[in-house]
């Protein structure tokens, strides 16, 4: 008998609540500061100044679409199921976040000066290296709705990313009794499979950008990002290919037996072959204990195995921005995120064991209590591990700064200043 079937979902989600913070340092001598302000801070030659605005938001838009088509043949042969099948999926996911902030315009923009030439407020960078950011147009922070449409046009550049994912699968299985022993048949079921993933990101601004620093006095160094929100790296195509046989038998001991009502083992051996991390075997063992009507005990034992996937592999480095708290300076502020993925990973391993129990009490119909217990033993755990991570930080904190995980989070000064300018510029 033949089979198809298909089915595709499209999805579309806007997002208008994310505001757009600014921060950085301000001259004391910015013409748009008000004068009471200046006076203020005579002595100062700068100040750090935060505000969220109001008038623009990033807006974040993501459009989904999915596809998959299975189909195969399957049939019976002497009492034996076959199944043979192909299955095909691709997923494509575009993000456009049409508010993105250059960070080297914003820079630009808000160090702002009279122009000598005509009295007029102009971007210093202007003045000074015109080249860099030809068509500045210097912004005004002070004041609830006090940029301009000019400013905000000339700092804000869409970005977007389209991340594409697709899967071939081919398999086969066939089950089937071995034999009669005396407490039921004795049945076995073997499977193969082959199957192919790949990944490709296009992104139109990559975490690597940085602005053009020239002429800048402040708000852009060697390692500031080119834009304020999330961006991605490119893939330019990755893949994994898998292949898989497996064997599993169900061999009954007991049937209507005064010692239980039935009682069976099973068991499964799998081995994998994958083109990114090599082979892996797995195995499972396991009982079922029928006592009566009422109770049942199991055990299983298991060797447990997760692959590393595309992402994990290959996934881009990404630039995500926000607040984080920092133990070492004891303060909260802004800084960037960087994630990135890893390519020499291994699979991780498992040794699982199940005891449980089911209570079915005759006198309470429906009912049922099941009780069980789980001891669960991973080595080379695949985990993401972040520089924002509190834990991470008293590690680092605990070794004196000696800690490799002190690498995690990039400080513009030595270890041993607590200062506020030490809070880190990026968590790695």
């Known amino acids: 008998m ?10 579309w989600n806007h997002n208008s609540h994310q505001n757009i913070q600014i921060s950085g340092t301000l001259s004391t001598s910015n013409p748009y500061l008000p004068s009471a302000y200046q006076t203020a801070m005579a002595g100062s030659s700068t100040f750090t100044f935060n505000k969220m605005l109001q008038r623009v938001a990033y807006q974040p838009e993501s459009q989904s679409n999915q596809f998959f088509f299975l ?5 019976d042969l002497g009492g034996w199921k076959w199944d043979v099948g192909a299955t095909y999926s691709k997923a494509t996911q575009k993000t456009l976040l049409p508010n993105n902030v250059n960070n080297g315009r914003l820079a630009a923009a808000m160090d702002a000066v009279i122009n000598p030439a005509n009295g007029q407020i102009a971007c210093r960078v ?36 389209t991340a ?47 602005p053009d620093c020239t002429g800048l006095t402040s708000n852009c160094t060697a390692t500031t990002a080119l834009y304020r929100s999330n961006t991605q790296a490119n893939i330019p195509l990755a893949r994994q290919t898998v292949s898989e046989a497996a064997i599993e038998a169900e061999v009954p001991l007991l049937a209507d037996h005064w010692l239980a009502k039935a009682l069976n083992i099973n068991g499964a051996a799998r081995f994998a072959h994958y083109d990114t991390s090599g082979n892996a075997f797995t195995w499972k063992l396991g009982g079922v204990w ?12 298991s060797r447990d195995f997760r692959a590393p996937n595309l992402y994990d592999l290959f996934a881009p ?36 064991i199940t005891i449980g129990a089911v209570y079915k009490p005759h006198w309470l119909p429906g009912a049922s209590l099941a009780v069980d217990y789980y001891n669960i033993r991973i080595t080379d755990a695949i985990q993401s591990l972040g520089g924002g991570n509190l834990a991470v930080q008293r590690l680092c904190e605990t070794a004196g700064g000696n800690s490799p995980y002190c690498s995690l989070l990039d400080r513009p000064l030595p270890f041993q200043q607590y200062e506020r300018g030490q809070f880190p510029n990026r968590l790695l």
């Not at 033949?2 to 999805?11: C, D, M, W």
């Not at 029928?290 to 299983?300: A, C, G, I, K, Y």
């Open 2 to 11: 033949a089979y198809l079937q298909g089915s595709g979902t499209f999805n």
């Open 71 to 75: 189909g195969g043949f399957k049939g």
């Open 126 to 161: 202007t003045l000074t290296n015109p080249s860099a950011y030809p068509g500045c147009v210097p912004i005004n922070l002070f004041g609830v709705g006090s940029e301009s449409q000019a400013a905000l046009d000339y700092i804000i550049q869409p970005t977007s990313f």
């Open 164 to 210: 594409t994912t697709t899967m071939k699968d081919i398999s086969g299985s066939i089950t089937g009794a071995l034999f009669r022993s005396w407490a039921g048949d004795v049945k076995l079921a073997f499977s193969a499979e082959m199957r192919q993933l790949s990944l490709k990101i296009d992104s139109t601004a990559q975490p690597t950008d940085h």
């Open 290 to 301: 029928h006592v009566n009507d009422e109770f049942t005990l199991r055990v299983t034992q």
């Open 317 to 352: 480095t990404q630039v995500n921005p926000g607040n984080m708290y920092d133990l070492h300076t004891n303060m909260t502020a802004a800084s960037y995120q960087i994630n990135a993925s890893n390519p020499n990973l291994k699979p991780e391993k498992g040794n699982t």
